[in-house]
């Protein structure tokens, strides 16, 4: 057996058993990376690392090489790396891998990626060489025996210190072909998972089980706290899958509509995130079914420190 | 069978302005274009029309039998060879390898004319019923039906996936066409349970070899020792 080698926060953090928050950020159409910097500052203190998303939905973006590099750098905030398989092939993903090692990055997400058809550009060729299971095998080839595709890396290329986690789906139906996705993703050497969004616990609590039965990958459920009733109902619109439940919506919509003045109509929104998703995540963590959370509260950095509060969780 | 459908009317008028032609002869695939409806004689008397009402000249009309095989169409122009000398060009309805085949032949036995396609060539599909056609086959050289229960990822699935479904799947359908077609991925996972070989999912494909098919490949059976070509098995 190997010996288990641990080079980032991350997979520290993930591995010491305590409760793991990562966070999201996302840069946007522009080479200007500031804002991204300043909301990673803004919850640095809230989790131990932030994933840098790669052309969300298909849309292009900062790349997010460059905004994972320069987020870590000047907001002092680990990062994990999202690359998609949409964009390159593997001659350009092993060149980003080696890159990302260069630029201290630690942590690696390895996705498929939406199709370029559900995006903004449709009439790009969707690459696709490789899919998300053979990114998680390639990074744990570089990582763990020095090669690219059987290309042995040069003798002066440093170790490839980089951990690839993978994303998992509760809202698969069928779920069969979902977990078993899964099971290949660990067998290709996946080190942990973010899920996407979920907010049923009956949902989510059989997948979990699945998942810690038949793979054992430690695995961050995925929130999305949700920042005013507009989000919450463009979320519920939006994104097919998945959708807010009735009764969180209406309460949303409730603040909404309430006389509130704007600060106070904040404050409710964010007890309502903290009276929904904080049962759910307790009862996941002492049934011990996950490492953690991932919040994806993009532009919504308030809601880290109450969420952590309620948790029982300590600021960094 | 070879899917094409016709063109947009004002796209082939183009084609022939941008060639300067006014005299046509009109050829038409007879196997599979002319089952769409696109060839054959249904295919090439539609299109006759059309050229007459906008003013060509159409000579003649010719339906192949299979114009992608060189032969054939070599054939069939001997047939009207003073028709194809006395026009500008040549209007195709067959796929791209017939229209190919068709140019072949032309740079050789009638020098500075052109075969004109009429159609776009859009897959390699099955038919489901009369009009009805899902492409299946993206000729990939490395065929894992065997291995997929008879259901092709290269094409059932939108990113040609070997280790899937993605996780834009919703209720088996796929996140590309609007949740309008099956997710190919599940399709596989239904097809594998249906024959009790869900170990076969679980396997971990290999990315796929495009060392052949990233570039034009050809076929040769005939230079080849017998033995290679698995010509022994009948001894
Ligand atoms: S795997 Fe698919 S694309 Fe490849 S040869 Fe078989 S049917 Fe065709
Ligand atoms: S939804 Fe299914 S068919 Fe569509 S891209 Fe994903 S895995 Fe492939």
């Known amino acids: 057996m190997t010996e288990l080698k641990t080079h980032s926060n991350l997979m520290k953090a993930i591995r010491s058993g305590e409760f793991v928050i990562t966070g999201e950020l996302e840069p946007e159409r522009t080479s200007n990376i500031e804002p991204t910097v300043h909301e990673a500052i803004e919850i640095k203190k809230y989790c131990v690392a932030a994933n840098v ?22 907001s002092g905030l680990e990062i994990v790396y999202q690359l998609t398989c949409r964009d390159q092939n593997r001659m350009g993903l092993g060149a980003a891998i080696l890159g990302a090692n260069a630029l201290g990055l630690k942590n690696i997400l390895a996705l498929t990626g939406d199709h370029n058809a559900c995006g903004d550009m ?22 763990d025996k020095r090669s690219i595709e059987g290309l042995a890396l040069d003798d002066d290329c440093p170790d490839i210190t980089i951990h690839v986690g993978g994303a998992a789906n509760p809202n698969a139906n069928p779920m069969g072909p979902e977990i078993m996705h899964i099971q290949r993703k660990a067998m290709a050497g996946v ?26 990958v430690p695995v961050l459920l995925g929130i999305f706290p949700m920042r005013g009733y507009g989000v919450a109902k463009g979320f519920d619109e ?4 998945v959708s807010v439940p009735k009764d969180l919506l209406a309460k949303f919509k ?40 991932h919040i994806m509260a993009v532009h919504y950095p308030k809601i880290f420190p109450p969420l952590l509060d309620a948790l029982g969780l300590q600021p960094r | 069978m070879i899917i094409t459908e016709n063109k947009p009317w004002e796209e082939v008028k183009q084609a022939l302005e941008l060639h300067h032609v006014k005299n046509v002869v009109i050829v038409a695939c007879g196997i599979c274009a002319a089952k769409v409806g696109t060839g054959g004689t249904e295919g090439a008397a539609k299109m006759k029309s059309q050229l007459v009402e906008h003013g060509f000249n159409v000579v003649t009309t010719a339906v192949v039998d299979e114009p992608c095989d060189e032969r054939m169409t070599k054939q069939a122009f001997r047939k009207i060879k003073d028709e194809i000398n006395e026009v500008d060009a040549v209007v195709s309805l067959t796929c791209g390898l017939g229209t190919q085949a068709m140019n072949t032949v032309m740079r050789e036995k009638f020098p500075k004319k052109v075969a004109l396609t009429a159609l776009n060539t859009v897959f390699m599909g099955e038919t489901e019923r009369f009009g009805v056609y899902k492409e299946g086959c993206r000729a990939c050289g490395d065929c894992i039906l065997n291995e997929t229960g008879g259901v092709c990822p290269i094409t059932h699935c939108a990113k040609s996936m070997l280790n899937g479904p993605c996780g ?7 996140e590309v066409g609007d949740y309008t077609r099956p997710c190919g991925w599940i399709e596989i996972y239904e097809a594998l349970e249906s024959i009790d070989r869900l ?21 040769n059976m005939r230079d080849k020792p017998a033995k290679e070509e698995g010509g022994d098995i009948h001894d």
């Open chain 1, 122 to 143: 449709p009439k790009s060729k969707p690459v696709f060489d490789y899919d998300s299971t053979h990114l998680v095998k390639l990074v744990r080839e570089m990582a």
């Open chain 1, 254 to 293: 409730a603040v909404k509509k309430s006389g509130f003045e704007k600060k106070e109509k904040n404050e409710a929104y964010r007890k309502l995130n903290i009276d929904f998703y904080v049962p759910m995540l307790k009862e996941l963590k002492k049934k011990n079914l996950v490492a953690g959370c």
């Open chain 1, 191 to 216: 080190e942990f998972l973010q899920t996407q969004v979920v907010y049923d616990i009956d949902i989510a609590e059989p997948f979990l089980k699945e998942i810690k039965d038949k793979t054992g």
């Open chain 1, 53 to 74: 998303t790669d052309n969300p939905k298909s849309t292009v973006c900062l790349s997010s090489l460059a905004g994972s590099y320069l987020t870590q750098e000047k």
């Open chain 2, 199 to 219: 170990d076969l999912f679980l396997k971990v494909r290999e990315p796929r070899n495009w060392s052949e098919s990233g570039h034009q490949r050809e076929l």
């Open chain 2, 168 to 174: 834009g799947s919703v209720d088996g359908k796929c």
């Open chain 1, 238 to 241: 939006m994104v097919p899958g």
